[in-house]
C-alpha cells in the first residue's frame, strides 16, 4: 500500500486513530524518551523525512525546537505546521535529492517499508545528502519479522481496528522492506553512518547513526571534483 496521496480516505481513518488515542500518545512519548530520544539541542535543524502531515513536527514544536523542516511527496501539512516548518516537496527516491541544507538531526519513521525495495539504494544515499557531517540519523520502521512483530500487528493491534487495517494492507511491502533491511544498512553505512543504536528484533526496527564527518567531507570532494569535469 504505497502512499500516492495523503488525503486518501484510509490514511485519515488512521491519522484521527494515531492522534487521539491515549495510547498511543503514551506510547509515543516512551519512545521519545527510551527508544528514539529526542536531540538535547533544541535548536539546531531538524528534518522529518516523509513528514505526511506534520504530526511529528507540531509535536516538536510543542516540545521547544525551534528549527524544524518536513519533506514529503505531498503538500498537506496541517495548517499549523505550515506556519510552524520549511517543507520541501520531493520524495525520497528523487535522484541526487538536494534541498539545499543539511540538517544535524535527519528523521525518518514509518516511511521506508513504503518504498520499492529497488528504490532503497538511492533512499539511503539521499539521507546522506540531507544529514551534516557528525549530524545523527534516526530510523524507526514497523518489523513484522519476529515473533514479537508478528504478534504485535496480527494479534495486539486488533485492539485498534484501524491500526490494524493498516497492518494488513501494508503486509507485503512490510515483508518485502524486511527482508532488505540488512543491505539498506551497508549502504547507509557505506555513506558514513556509524550506528549508536541497531535494534532488530522487536515490532520495531530502531536505527540511530552519526554521519562521520571524514566521509562525509571525503563524499562531498568527490561530488565537486564530478561537477568541475562536467
Known amino acids: 500500500m504505497a502512499i500516492h496521496n495523503i488525503d486518501d480516505k484510509h490514511l485519515q481513518e488512521l491519522y484521527r486513530t494515531v492522534d487521539r488515542n491515549p495510547c498511543v500518545r503514551l506510547f509515543q512519548n516512551i519512545k521519545y524518551r527510551f527508544i528514539l530520544p529526542l536531540p538535547a539541542d533544541k535548536t539546531a535543524g531538524l528534518i522529518d523525512v516523509g513528514c505526511g502531515r506534520g504530526r511529528f513536527l507540531l509535536d516538536m514544536a510543542r516540545r521547544g525546537y525551534s528549527d524544524l523542516s518536513g519533506l514529503d511527496i505531498d503538500n498537506a501539512l496541517y495548517p499549523e505546521a505550515a506556519n510552524r516548518v520549511v517543507f520541501y516537496r520531493n520524495s525520497l527516491c528523487s535522484p541526487g535529492l538536494d534541498v539545499g541544507r543539511r540538517y544535524p538531526y535527519v528523521f525518518v519513521q514509518g516511511v521506508l517499508h513504503h518504498l520499492p525495495v529497488t528504490d532503497l539504494d538511492e533512499a539511503a544515499r539521499n539521507l546522506a545528502r540531507l544529514c551534516a557531517p557528525g549530524g545523527s540519523l534516526y530510523i524507526y520502521e514497523p518489523n513484522m519479522a519476529t515473533p514479537i512483530g508478528h504478534f504485535f ?78
Open 153 to 230: 500487528y496480527y494479534t495486539f493491534l486488533r485492539l485498534f481496528p484501524p491500526m490494524y487495517r493498516n497492518a494488513l494492507a501494508e503486509k507485503d511491502e512490510q515483508r518485502a522492506f524486511c527482508q532488505a533491511w540488512d543491505r539498506f544498512i551497508r549502504v547507509l553505512e557505506n555513506q558514513g553512518f556509524r550506528p549508536r543504536r541497531h535494534s532488530n528484533w522487536s515490532f520495531y526496527k530502531c536505527y540511530i547513526a552519526t554521519r562521520d564527518p571524514a566521509v562525509a567531507l571525503s563524499a562531498s570532494n568527490a561530488g565537486h571534483t564530478r561537477n568541475r569535469a562536467s
